[in-house]
C-alpha cells in the first residue's frame, strides 16, 4: 500500500536571504565602461609585465581581478602595438584568448596563426604560446584565465 505524499510549497515571502560570507562582502557590482581607445573608465593601463625582456609594445588593462571579487577567473584585456609581442612561455593554468580589435598573429605550440575579430584560442595548459602584432593597427584581445595560478615560464627562442 502506498502513501501519496503531499509536497508543500512554501510561500515566496519566507524566503530568507543566504547569510553574506567575508569573500562576498568584498564583491561590489560594477560596470567598467568602455572609453574607446583600448581604455575603460577606472581601469589603470599597466605594464604587460614588470620586468623587462622578451616581449615588446604590449599594455595590460586587468578589467576582472584587480578588486577583491571572488570570481575564480580574471578577464585582462591586452593591447599590442606594431611590431609588438607577448613573451613565448608556458604555465600549468589554461586560457582564453578573444581577439576584439584588429587582428594578429598566435603561436600556440609550433603552430603559428591569424586571429582575426572575435577569433578565440583556447591555450591548454603547459603550451608554449606567444601573441604578435605584424600588422600597422593596434591587436586587442580579451584573456581570461584562472585566479589562481602559477608563474609563466619563460621560454628562450632557439
Excluded at 581601469?43 to 581581478?65: M, P, T
Excluded at 582564453?96 to 609550433?110: D, E, L, N, T, Y
Aim: net charge positive; glycine share 8%.
Amino acid at each position: 500500500m502506498s502513501k501519496k505524499i503531499k509536497k508543500i510549497h512554501a510561500p515566496s515571502c519566507d524566503w530568507k536571504a543566504p547569510v553574506k560570507t567575508d569573500s562576498a562582502t568584498k564583491n561590489k557590482d560594477r560596470i567598467n565602461r568602455y572609453k574607446g581607445d583600448g581604455k575603460w573608465a577606472g581601469v589603470k593601463v599597466e605594464k604587460y609585465k614588470n620586468q623587462a625582456g622578451g616581449w615588446a609594445s604590449i599594455a595590460r588593462n586587468v578589467l576582472i581581478g584587480n578588486c577583491g571579487e571572488s570570481a575564480k577567473f580574471h578577464l585582462r584585456y591586452f593591447e599590442i602595438s606594431q611590431g609588438g609581442f607577448s613573451s613565448l612561455e608556458k604555465h600549468r593554468h589554461e586560457h582564453v584568448v578573444i581577439c576584439i580589435r584588429g587582428k594578429g598573429k598566435i603561436q600556440i605550440g609550433k603552430k603559428k596563426q591569424t586571429l582575426n575579430f572575435l577569433d578565440v584560442a583556447y591555450i591548454a595548459p603547459n603550451t608554449a604560446h606567444q601573441l604578435s602584432n605584424p600588422c600597422t593597427e593596434q591587436f586587442g584581445f580579451f584573456c581570461i584565465v584562472n585566479a589562481k595560478r602559477d608563474r609563466p615560464t619563460q621560454i628562450k627562442k632557439v
